[in-house]
């Protein structure tokens, strides 16, 4: 027996061998007793050759026993094998009833549609212990893509949606088609196939699939792919890939696009004014809508408790009082109210979070109750009170007097 090969893996066995080193065995070998009977009468067969360079597998399928179908010896086999398709090697695996031959995939042009390509002669696919199967992978040159151009992006806002796209020209040898058994389209990357934070329901072909070419593209055009996306809901930086394929078949690498964005803290409008008494300051905050193709009526309100005197950085307690929490986050649980020692009554002054600065117009307007616009006054009561204080206890102890 010889021994197998390192590299061998699976073993299909079969018989007779038909052709030896381009030579076609000889009938008389054929018909010895050592192989059986039916060899000499015609009967479906299947068999597989090799070519000389040792490139070229042949899988072969012959029908018989039906009328126009009448199979095959295998000496006439083995001559055909030989002559008709230049086998170097060639061998016979069990034919008869059992003769089918499979095919899977996309039929190239003028060829049968993927299934069973041969007739049987029982008509259906008999139930077989062993079968032979090739998985044979497309030549890439089929299926090329080169990068062109895409869309540009400027900031945006968390959940704002906006659109994509992205141009790459065919230079395989096959047209691109936005439809059929092998679409082409983009599909995430770097890891592939994941779930895309970008992704648009009802958009999206699917989570990993953002479209699909615009049009046919034949070969050395240029195809389209053009779809919406959403930022995601948090500010940050954010780096998504796409690139071509054929679905089901192959992708088209090292074709590729990047797209990177920035979603910002969503801006925020708000102006404070005095609420009537000392103690109190109202701010009516209207915070920007994250989505600009749906902008939200928005009416916020919150009041700030606080005294009308601020010093360079005065914090202020936010108590909640809004008649829509839609966007509550927005605004971040305690301002900063920036003034500087040279503040005037009824001038301007900037606020700021703690979280950040607050985008956009941002100023607030503080007027303080009359009697606060002299403050000189209200040292000399309080000196005054003090010298008074002091009489008292003095007075008190010495003549026992309350005054």
């Known amino acids: 027996m010889v021994p ?27 018909s ?72 899977r995939g996309e039929p190239a042009e003028g060829d049968r549609a993927p299934g069973v390509v041969n007739r049987t002669s029982d008509g259906s696919e008999r139930v077989v212990a062993a079968h032979l199967g090739v998985q044979a992978y497309p030549d890439r040159s089929f299926w090329r893509a080169e990068y062109v151009d895409q ?14 796209w992205v141009r790459f020209r065919n230079t395989g040898l096959r047209p691109w088609v936005a439809d059929g058994p092998h679409p ?7 890891p592939m196939d994941r779930p895309s934070a970008w992704f648009v329901e009802g958009a999206w072909i699917a989570l990993h699939r953002p479209t699909a070419v615009e049009a046919t593209t034949n070969p050395g055009d240029i195809g389209t792919f053009r779809f919406e996306a959403r930022a995601p809901s948090r500010p940050g930086r954010y780096i998504e890939t796409f690139a071509p394929l054929v679905e089901g078949i192959t992708w088209m690498r090292p074709a590729r696009v990047v797209w990177e964005i920035t979603v910002m803290e969503p801006p925020i409008d708000a102006s404070i004014s005095s609420a009537g008494d000392a103690g109190s300051l109202i701010v009516d905050a209207a915070p920007q ?99 008074l204080r002091r009489l008292h206890q003095r007075f008190s102890w010495k003549y026992g007097c309350f005054l």
């Open 4 to 30: 197998f090969l390192p590299f061998v893996r699976q073993v299909a066995t079969g018989m007779p061998t038909v052709v030896r080193e381009g030579v076609v065995v000889s009938e008389a070998e054929l």
């Open 32 to 103: 010895s007793s050592n192989y059986p009977s039916h060899l000499q009468s015609p009967n479906p067969r299947t068999g597989i050759c090799l070519h000389e360079d040792r490139r070229t597998m042949i899988f072969s399928v012959v029908d018989g026993r039906a009328a126009g179908r009448t199979g095959m010896r295998a000496i006439t086999f083995g001559r055909f094998a030989k002559h008709i398709l230049g086998c170097w090697q060639a061998i016979m695996l069990d034919g008869g009833g059992s003769s089918t031959m499979y095919v």
């Open 151 to 164: 869309s540009a992006l400027a900031p945006l806002l968390p959940g704002q949606r906006f659109e994509l």
């Open 184 to 190: 082409i389209r983009l599909g995430t990357d770097e």
């Open 289 to 387: 809508p994250p989505d600009a193709f749906n902008p939200p009526s928005i009416d916020a309100f919150r009041r700030l408790d606080t005294t009308p005197y601020l010093t360079d950085s005065a914090e202020v307690a936010l108590r909640e009082e809004q008649r829509d929490t839609d966007y509550a986050d927005a605004l971040p649980p305690t301002f900063e109210i920036d003034a500087s020692p040279s503040y005037k009554p009824d001038g301007f002054s900037s606020i700021s979070t703690r979280g950040g600065t607050i985008q956009g117009n941002c100023a607030c307007q503080i007027r303080h109750p009359p009697f606060c616009r002299f403050p000189w006054i209200l040292m000399v009561v309080a000196a005054c009170i003090q010298v």
